[in-house]
């Protein structure tokens, strides 16, 4: 039932009364440069604001022999990390609402080279309307904004009058591991919702990822031999093209899957990072790429690896070089498939309602090509994932931001989302 | 006038008797892993050895203005080594015949990852007639030779009739400066030998070299935002295969170039290292490779720079991408012409009858496509610049290796050659 438009407006005013807490507290968290395996000291920073808010507290680590049984369970590389996953929970006086996870991510991904940055990538400088920093926009204004719709709540005295699990979990930039431990932990709702940076629309689908590393080795040579070695950098480059040409396979069978049929180019190969060779005056003996493909929701992730096998093994097999030094293949991160948030969820309507109140437009909802850990909820809780976040620029680039004004707009929404998804009762009873 | 048969035998006799401890000294100095900046501590080492044998010591660091003046010095990167350049100075009693110069370097080139290697690099491993080691072939094992070809005349009571400057350099594998600077220092002799692994035959045309380094780099952008983005591992191929187009370019210009033109492919390429990106789902945003590519004789190094900047600037230019960022060139290492060594000089004719009397056999001499310090000799002193060593194995490669007989008789090649070119006198007058 729509929100009474009084309570709506009080609600919106009270976003509005913290937004300057909640821009301070989003710069708090910029400042820690919770890299891959460095989330420790930012999810004890969570883990205290979510205490001192009064909820009860659960920390955890990777059960790593669960993940590794489960199909969207990622391999555990030596990068993986081992910083702890937070989850708040609230409980009403009275269970009457639907529950509700807020789920959110601190591990942000590399800066690049700081030379490309206007400002330093953890100095959360603000611009206008711009809040700068690398993190800020995927996703810690999102993460903030998770507790800041619940305080929006609060300060006027209400709370959810159902569960509410706020989640901060890590290695969603790398394996989504963290989101499928909430899974495994047991923790179940009505609804979840994650504000990624999705300019202030819903994800309707939302492809898999798979991350793998490749490597070619070779007999290095000094270059006046050169006849004798083989480049290994050259037949890297000889094995990115041949991925490139699955890469065009694959978007071709587009055709027929909604939501990704009228994408120009709907699954994308990036090689990502590139490294081989020790001297400019030896030939290269080895090379090593880091690449990640995405696979249309319905594609085992286990499928596409068995096909990229195949199509790096088999073009292999007529390289000269490569014939006699079979590359590696590692899949060494994502191995998630993608998913598809039905219309029509009761959940959708409420956002819809909650997104209208605050931005006064109806909500829009798009496809998304890279990975997101709303999949975990959607493919194993079974449950609709909402998928909703600010509007930003440049995430994974440098200059990243998040616009503020957008960053205020979809707090509003989620304070109203919440209210009334799950109701509100008044916090003393 | 050719040696006297029994002075040869006596000679060589004296090499024999003498390499054990070849053997163990060379050992030692395989051990200190002279990579590039790290020659120091081998540096002192040489700076005792040719102290405890009598000879007059200089020791002196790079003139970075001098060599920056000469056409045939390189740029200074970062990476450019501070250790000192030795000389150990032999005057005779007597200066009665044609001096010498007797040169080598110390640095090596990098390992690249040790589980290559059958024995660890630095460990001097000797199994039948091969001695291994990284930086043993090229050039511990020559650089030995040349104080141990002293060292068997002086064991039969002589010492050559003529200054010897024994000269132990730095930065051969990078620039070619250690060399340069001896050169610049003033030191001059009547012909130089440096016995680097040429397969016991004499070089008689060598290509220059030039080093460049090529960045790109753009807009770096989350890979779900791929057409925005531009993929800089991506573009630094497409800058490869423009290059590759020069490098074919330039081996067809062979035609009429004596010592060449009989080459199936005598300037060779090398992309030698390739580093880029940060993250497998980050569009990269920069791309760095480091190249080498060699040069005709008589082709400045200058002009051969220019042609690789066209190359690379015209490319570019109608590159999409690479257009609106245009790569960075770096000639960061190597910058050196090649030369010829004219047939016919006196010193050769020393160098073949000592050869002959060592091996048995005539030497033979050939084209190598890798950069020599000779071409310091050869282009600036303009003196005969005699490049001869031993057979060796993967050198700049995993399990680098010297064929100890092969020691054996181009150290009794250049005792005998000493003894010719310089003539000798007793030690004690």
């Not at 009457?96 to 990538?121: C, M, N, Y």
């Not at 979809?410 to 009873?429: H, K, P, Y």
């Amino acid at each position: 039932m729509p929100l009474d438009p009084a309570l709506r407006a009080k609600i919106l005013a009270s976003v509005e009364a913290g937004f300057a807490e909640q821009i301070a507290f989003t710069q708090e968290m910029i400042r820690f440069g919770s890299l891959r395996g460095q989330e420790h000291a930012c999810q004890d920073f969570v883990f205290r604001a979510l205490r001192d808010r009064g909820l009860t507290m659960d920390r955890f680590g990777m059960d790593r022999a669960a993940i590794a049984a489960h199909p969207g369970g990622a391999p555990f590389s030596d990068e993986h990390s081992d910083a702890p996953i937070v989850v708040g929970i609230h409980h009403p006086r009275e269970e009457v609402g639907r529950s509700l996870i807020l789920q959110a991510h601190v591990d942000v991904v590399p800066t690049g080279p700081e030379k490309f940055w206007t400002h330093r990538p953890f100095d959360p400088v603000i611009e206008g309307d711009w809040l700068y920093g690398r993190g800020g926009a995927d996703m810690k204004a999102g993460h903030a904004a998770n507790l800041f719709c619940l305080d929006a709540l609060r300060r006027i005295g209400l709370q959810p009058a159902a569960t509410v699990y706020v989640q901060s979990v890590v290695e969603e930039e790398s394996t989504g591991n963290g989101a499928l431990m909430t899974h495994l932990r047991g923790y179940k709702a009505d609804a979840v919702l994650i504000p990624e940076p999705e300019e202030e629309m819903l994800v309707r689908a939302n492809t898999g990822v798979l991350w793998f590393q490749i490597e070619v080795r070779g007999v290095p040579m000094h270059v006046r031999e050169m006849g004798a070695g083989a480049n290994a950098i050259d037949a890297a480059y000889r094995v990115i093209t041949a991925l490139r040409g699955l890469e065009e396979e694959i978007n071709a069978e587009k055709v027929g899957r909604e939501h990704f049929e009228n994408e120009a180019h709907p699954i994308n190969l990036n090689i990502g990072k590139i490294e081989g060779g020790d001297w400019a005056s030896s030939v290269p003996c080895w090379c090593k790429i880091d690449c990640r493909i995405g696979l249309y929701p319905g594609v085992s992730a286990e499928s596409l690896a068995r096909r990229i096998e195949d199509c790096v093994r088999g073009f292999a097999r007529q390289d000269k070089f490569l014939a006699n030094n079979p590359p590696q293949i590692d899949f060494n991160g994502f191995y998630s498939e993608g998913y598809v948030l039905e219309p029509g969820s009761e959940a959708e309507a409420v956002l819809g309602r909650a997104h209208e109140g605050s931005t006064g437009k109806p909500l829009k909802s798009f496809m998304t090509a890279g990975y997101l850990d709303t999949r975990v909820y959607a493919l194993y809780d079974k449950i609709p994932a909402l998928c909703y976040g600010p509007i930003t620029e440049n995430i994974h680039a440098f200059d990243e931001r998040v616009s503020l004004a957008s960053l205020k707009r979809i707090t509003g929404t989620m304070a109203l989302f919440v209210a009334e998804w799950c109701g509100v009762e008044s916090i003393e009873g």
